[in-house]
């Protein structure tokens, strides 16, 4: 009954997750999971943890993982945070970091989280819109006063890249600010802006294993940033829940983490269907932008975006539809396996013939 609701919960817009649908024989495109498994070794290292060691709290520092970050990265683990996926470590950073008398930045066409987020902590944001190509312009945000920003790179749901140097110029123009930069997609295609960390006292990057590492099951990421930016994210972490992360989830992140040649080879079978599915789209009269993410955002000038969705949908394949101003022409389609790429194509000839 809502009358026992805080008046915060009556003025929140939740988010709305993606679709898991129970279809049998589904070839799902929509969540931009990995369609490849994840590490052995991080399997492995999951059973391991299915003990009689369950019956106890995990380490609340979760310092395996941490110290496996932190090597992978070469930074000191006092510039580590983790958390129970990248979503907690972007909420605790939303409330330790970004709430100010200034307006929080961020782009007008993204991470629908952010918003949800401003609105629990009450932080006042304003959208900068994208440019008429969805690119992000920095120097929309070095022109404007701010108290925090915070951008996707590469930015969801458009997949468009910023170049390192062009992060580099608003961490640098924006000194009196925190910059949180949320890399979920980045090993697909992009520089991490993690070395920036080392000589920028205001930067804060943040990553998830659910992608490139294919444990989106398992709810792990983390934060690289100066400890101060870190001690921050940790006081908020231990007022809220100091045990964030299980037994297995530790052990299967830090594993995921140290196997690099599996994170190689999937993350490239990924990109290089991506740029296949890319080439094959664009033949069949679509408009792609350019994706370093593990999605391609597209659009048909002869179809509207949500009859394309349902009509894949009819066929067994599911994509993502934004009902959104500016984007509701595009579907956001992740890249599947090749035959799951196959799938999507044939079904589009059917559609489109």
Known sequence: MSVYWSDIVHRLTPYVPGEQ?????????????????????????????????????????????????????????????????????????????????APLLHPDISYSFYP????????????????????????????????AVILPNPNAPTGRLLPLAEIERL??????????????????????????????????????????????????????????????????????????????????AAAAIEDVAWFDTTRHKVIASRERLVAAMTARGFEVLPSAANFIFARHSGHEGAALAQALRERGIIVRHFRQPRIDAFLRITIGTDAQCDALLNALDEILA
Do not use: W
């Not at 391991?48 to 995990?58: C, H, S």
């Not at 940033?225 to 964030?244: C, D, Q, T």
């Open 21 to 101: 649908p129970r279809i049998a024989n589904l070839v799902k495109l929509n969540t931009n999971e990995n369609p490849y498994g994840p590490s052995p070794r991080a399997l492995a290292a999951i059973a391991a943890e299915a003990g009689d060691t369950l019956k106890l709290y995990p380490d609340p520092n979760s310092d395996r993982f941490r110290q496996a970050v932190a090597q992978h990265f070469q930074v000191p683990p006092a510039c580590v945070f983790v958390g129970n996926g990248s979503d907690e470590v972007l909420a605790h950073a939303f409330m330790g970091l970004l709430r100010h008398d």
């Open 116 to 147: 949800v987020y401003c609105g629990l902590y009450d932080i006042r944001a304003e959208a900068i819109a994208l440019d008429d190509a969805f690119a992000i312009r920095i120097d929309d945000y070095l022109a404007r006063a701010a108290g």
């Open 171 to 252: 961490v640098a123009g924006k000194p009196e600010a925190v910059v949180v930069i949320d890399e979920a997609y980045i090993d697909f295609g992009g520089q991490s802006a993690v070395a920036l960390t080392q000589r920028y006292p205001n930067l804060l990057v943040v990553q998830t294993l659910s992608k490139s590492r294919s444990l989106a099951g398992l709810r792990a990421g983390f934060a690289i940033g100066h400890p101060a930016l870190i001690e921050a994210l940790e006081r908020v972490k231990n007022s809220f829940n100091s045990y964030p992360l299980d037994r297995m989830a530790i052990a299967g």
